[in-house]
């Protein structure tokens, strides 16, 4: 009984919501079509935008969630489509607007991969991991081969496999980050799509 005082409850409160935001639109649109209408007062408006606003922050994290998941899905994406030594180029070009340092983030994704490999699998030599630790990125791409002959076949592919690895473990944590926004909205009563909609709307993104 309990359970659907709670949902008849929650039911009100999404009508109350649906009710108040189609006023918000009904009214907009009678100023547009008659520029001389007489301006209704604001209150129901404040009210509105308290309302939208309460509505927006639900979708708050997820959307930042989401925007994140996407770019890092870019960035596989570029590392995967591109030779080693182009990484970082089309991704500085890509990602202009960011103040990043891609061949710093590279080189030290590679270090942890490459320190597994050493200390953990023990499938490679100490002089390796000392040798991408002591040069840039871009002058470990170009020379490791010429520096370690017998590891030249197999250079590209671990390379390849530790960004993989690394990116889609990042994918996958964003991807769970979602769902877990999701469902407190659902928990909230609400569906998360009107959410996002409302969300949008409130901070003028398209």
């Known amino acids: 009984m309990a359970d659907d005082s ?88 890509h990602f202009s607007d960011e103040d990043r340092n891609y061949e710093e983030e590279l080189k030290a994704v590679l270090i942890l991969g490459w320190t597994h490999l050493v200390e953990a699998e023990q499938t490679h030599p100490k002089e390796q991991l000392a040798f991408i630790q002591e ?25 390849r496999e530790i960004f993989l690895k690394r990116w889609e473990t990042i994918i996958a944590i964003k991807k769970e980050h979602i769902e877990q926004e999701i469902e407190e909205i659902y928990i909230a009563g609400l569906k998360p799509s009107f959410v996002k909609r409302i969300y949008k709307q409130f901070h003028g993104i398209k």
Do not use: G, W
């Open 6 to 93: 709670k949902k008849l409850y929650m039911e009100m409160q999404m009508d109350e919501l649906k009710a108040s935001l189609a006023m918000e639109d009904e009214d907009s649109t009678e100023e547009e079509n008659n520029p001389k209408a007489v301006k209704k007062k604001t209150p129901p408006k404040k009210n509105n935008n308290n309302k939208n606003a309460e509505v927006a922050k639900l979708y708050e994290d997820a959307f930042e969630y989401e925007e994140e998941l996407e770019a890092f899905e870019k960035e596989l994406e570029i590392i995967n489509s591109h030779q080693l030594k182009d990484i970082t180029k089309v991704l500085s070009q």
């Open 135 to 159: 040069n840039e990125f871009s002058k470990i791409i170009e020379t490791f081969s010429t520096n370690f002959p017998e590891y030249a076949n197999e250079f590209e592919a671990k390379v």
